[in-house]
């Protein structure tokens, strides 16, 4: 899966430090990637190669901002070298909302071309790119970055109150001065489920996603239920089936959700008839295990779940 980056791991602890020359930038534009690929190998600019960049560059061009750098985390090699990672936040006040940060995926094409033409040699790409870019442990703190930088972005004020929010000291947190208001980063817990009956999978396609392989049913947690009552609901939402004999498989982080994935296998109880959702699901089927030629890609929970499921039940 795409966090499985051993020998290399992903420390995650907060830091309060500022960054040096050499430390790495990620910058995100709605749903893109400052960045540059050689063949597969994705690379982001470092902290000097970004300064020089942008304060080289006409500033009348892109507007007047300026940026805040935000300690992400570090990618700790087997030698136990440290590579540090930064986001790049434009600061943001009332009187000042940036152009595009609060478009999400609409950010207009118009921002990234004004800033491309601040680096040269790096271009904007869809975060989507993590699926396929080497090295893995780059890929994956791609879009563990995606998922912080959306954090960041959507917490520049108080819910509560409305004033700017400041940075916490001590851990990864933003703390309003006024109201007392804190905020942790948001982790949305979802299931991907592995609906079996003998030597058959329950596989689907959800309707308008441009991810167009199958895929296993999967959905959010509400308020107010177990990760397990998600798994029936789900389910029974968007089939009509019952099951039974859940078995927790692994979790997964999805930063281009914001989620945390649980896995579960589980068999279907009683009537096998399959009754779409269409709204959710375009397809909805079972498969024997025989009959799947997926391919493990290394990066995500659905693919490693449904190839087991090939494996340990085909002849
Ligand atoms: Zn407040």
């Known amino acids: 899966m795409i966090q499985d980056i051993e020998p290399v791991r992903l420390d995650n602890q907060y830091r309060n430090v500022a960054p040096d020359d050499g430390d790495m930038v990620f910058f995100f534009e709605g749903s893109s990637l400052l960045g540059r690929l050689d063949e597969d190998i994705i ?17 009348d061009n892109h507007g007047d901002r300026d940026f805040d750098f935000i300690y992400l985390f570090a990618l700790v090699m ?45 271009e904007f790409t869809g975060v989507n790119l993590f699926r396929k870019a080497r090295p893995k442990e780059i890929a994956y703190a791609s879009i563990t970055a995606f998922h ?20 916490g000291k001590k ?36 309707v308008g996603r441009t991810y167009k392989d199958y895929a296993l049913v999967a959905g959010f947690t509400e308020i107010g239920e177990t990760v397990e009552e ?6 029974f939402e968007e089939t009509g089936l019952k099951v039974k004999n859940l078995r927790y498989y692994k979790s997964q982080p999805w930063g281009l959700s914001g989620s945390l994935l649980y896995g579960y296998f589980c ?14 699901l375009a397809i909805g089927k079972w498969v024997s295990a025989s009959d799947i030629d997926m391919i493990d890609d290394g990066i995500s929970l659905t693919k490693e779940m449904i190839v087991k499921f090939a494996r340990e039940h085909s002849e």
Request: charged letters at 25%; glycine letters at 8%; a negative charge.
């Open 43 to 59: 690379n982001v600019p470092s902290y000097r190669e970004f300064l020089d960049g942008y304060n080289g560059s006409d500033a």
């Open 78 to 122: 087997p030698d136990r070298t440290e590579n540090r990672f930064f986001l790049a936040k434009p600061v943001i006040s009332e009187s000042n909302i940036a152009k595009g940060s609060f478009q999400g995926e609409m950010a207009d094409s118009a921002v990234h071309i004004e800033y491309e033409s601040c680096w040269e040699g790096y």
């Open 148 to 167: 912080l930088y959306g954090w960041y972005r959507d917490n520049t004020f108080c819910g509560r109150c409305g004033h700017t929010l400041l940075h």
């Open 171 to 206: 851990e990864r947190m933003m703390f309003c001065p006024v109201c007392k208001n804190s905020i942790y980063p948001k982790i949305c817990p979802a299931v991907i489920v592995a609906v079996t009956c003998g030597d058959k999978i329950l596989l689907t396609k959800y």
């Open 230 to 235: 998600t798994v029936h609901r789900e389910v």
């Open 267 to 280: 068999e279907v109880d009683g009537d096998t008839g399959i009754t779409l959702q269409e709204d959710e």
